[in-house]
């Protein structure tokens, strides 16, 4: 069993930035973000392959988050800049797996989320 705990998220107008970590107990090849607004389905945000040291990104995110990893392969990040209303949600480190991307259904193990608030 892995353990994921996210952290980082509170609440920023729209134009600042946050930064948020996801301490894994073990390392893991395919890690991402994924984030969930009220009435809304969960939705990837970021992905992490530590193979082939790839990153992949939602369309709405790109040139705006950037995600990496730490040396010891147990931390993921996600740093947000210039975020907007729409990007107000709970935001989810997801891991595991054999594939990766941005479909919730390739994960084997879930944080409890860390809330991300930004007012216009």
């Known amino acids: 069993q892995v353990q994921l705990v996210e952290s980082g998220g509170g609440s920023v107008q729209a134009g600042g930035s946050l930064r948020l970590s996801c301490e894994a107990s073990k390392g893991l090849v395919f890690m991402a973000w994924f984030r969930q607004a009220p009435g809304k389905e969960r939705e990837g945000v970021a992905a992490y392959d530590d193979d082939y040291v790839t990153t992949t990104y939602a369309n709405s995110v790109k040139g705006r988050f950037t995600i990496s990893k730490d040396n010891a392969q147990t931390t993921l990040y996600l740093q947000m800049n210039n975020l907007k209303p729409e990007d107000t949600a709970m935001y989810y480190c997801?891991?595991?797996?054999?594939?990766?991307?941005?479909?919730?259904?390739?994960?084997?193990?879930w944080g409890q989320g860390t809330q991300v608030t930004v007012s216009s």
């Open positions: 997801a891991a595991g797996g054999r594939i990766g991307g941005l479909i919730a259904d390739n994960y084997n193990y």
